[in-house]
């Protein structure tokens, strides 16, 4: 299984990779003025990363998102 971990500032983003499923655990606050800026180069490196894999996304600890 492989792990990656990702933080910007408190938002903390973690993901583990299957041979056919993934997860991705968002926790903490996210307030910058432009999540895009940080998130869009995430997203599309995940896709990329959990291609041909059914993806669960947690957000149950993600407390705030701007």
Do not use: Q
């Not at 499923?21 to 432009?34: L, V």
């Not at 998130?39 to 705030?64: G, M």
Request: with cysteine; net charge negative.
């Amino acid at each position: 299984m492989a792990e990656w971990t990702f933080e910007h500032d408190r938002l903390i983003v973690r993901i583990s990779r299957g041979a056919s499923c993934s997860r991705i655990e968002w926790s903490g606050i996210s307030d910058i003025r432009n999540p895009a800026s940080f998130l869009t180069p995430l997203l599309e490196e995940w896709s990329a990363k959990l291609k041909d894999t059914d993806a669960t996304v947690d957000l149950t600890r993600l407390e705030y998102m701007s």
